[in-house]
């Protein structure tokens, strides 16, 4: 059985299929640029979608369902993936309506982290853990619970926001309305904008800028964890206030879940140990001995492979509930 993913980001998005056990056949990605619109946008996934069948050869018939993963905020009681801060624009998006009536299979969605949280324990290293958060660590910043084995959606889907907790009331302005939220500190993006704000503004020689290739446009976290590699006096003293904000957050996730696993996604799998070492020994000040012990903190062993692997859990859980509920 084959089943379809769509992978929507801020920054790229992407397109699989795969079989419910987590075998991708094939996943193709393309820029976002949320900037050109929602409507402009779906239309380009959904012709990335047909380019994918058309060269694996599997008819749609041959798809069982499709599975969204979509920056939340999200309704799934609505359907609708309502208005995530880093995609200005795409407010109240029926993705499932537009995807529906564009392949016409069945089709499910989530936010991202909670599918991401949902793929961790199909197919990744904390597979069957009972009790385990999945940071989304990308564009944005948000979290997936599963407890007990099942992904905590919230009243009305919106557990999980930590993106959106407020660290510092008196804080930036974040997109999402609110002061000093744990995103604007250490979303990927926020971080980028932030440093590269300093370095024009200061006309700061240093190693992020080097990394751009001199073009502070080009700055983005990769050229801040490699400047840190490199032991730039700006970038590792900016390293430490990042870490310090997502202590700050990762320990008030441990404080109030009390997991046995954090699983943390891109830039914590990209960045390694860089960022893992002094996040832990940062963490005693954010929470108990006892809560923090007993939690392990590990980067995705998916990798790469963790939106395609989202999107596929989505419509594999959601297809076998569908086909398992009584009539």
Wanted: glycine share 12%; with cysteine.
């Amino acid at each position: 059985m084959h089943f379809l993913g769509i992978d929507i980001g801020g920054t790229k998005s992407a397109v699989c299929i795969g079989t419910e056990d987590g075998h991708i056949v094939l996943s193709k990605r393309i820029p976002t640029r949320p900037e050109e619109g929602c409507e402009t946008g779906i239309r380009r996934i959904v012709e990335l979608a047909r380019e994918v069948l058309a060269e694996t050869g599997i008819p749609l018939a041959g798809i069982m369902s499709v599975g969204i993963s979509a920056p939340g905020p999200v309704s799934l009681k609505q359907q609708l993936m309502l208005e995530p801060p880093n995609m200005k624009g795409w407010k109240n998006v029926p993705l499932v309506q537009l995807f529906t009536q564009a392949l016409g299979r069945p089709t499910f969605m989530n936010n991202d982290a909670n599918a991401c949280a949902l793929a961790e324990y199909l197919y990744g290293s904390c597979k069957g853990v009972p009790n385990l958060v999945y940071l989304t660590m990308s564009t944005g910043l948000g979290a997936g619970f599963v407890v007990d084995g099942h992904v905590v959606q919230g009243t009305n889907d919106l557990a999980g926001e930590i993106g959106h907790h407020v660290l510092d009331i008196h804080g930036p302005p974040c997109p999402c309305g609110l002061r000093g939220c744990l995103e604007i500190y250490c979303g990927g993006m926020n971080v980028a904008n932030r440093l590269r704000e300093q370095i024009v503004a200061q006309g700061l020689r240093t190693a992020i800028l080097d990394q751009a290739g001199g073009d502070p446009r080009k700055i983005d976290f990769k050229c801040f964890a490699e400047a840190v590699r490199l032991k730039d006096p700006f970038a590792l003293h900016a390293w430490e206030e990042y870490i310090e904000r997502l202590a700050q957050g990762v320990g008030n996730v441990i404080m109030f879940m009390n997991p046995e696993v954090i699983v943390m996604g891109t830039i914590a799998i990209h960045a390694g140990e860089l960022l893992l070492e002094p996040l832990k020994k940062a963490l005693p000040r954010f929470g108990w001995k006892p809560a923090i012990d007993a939690c392990r903190i590990v980067p995705s062993a998916l990798g790469a492979r963790i939106g395609d692997l989202s999107a596929l859990a989505i419509a594999a859980t959601e297809w076998q509930r569908m086909r398992d509920a009584p009539r």
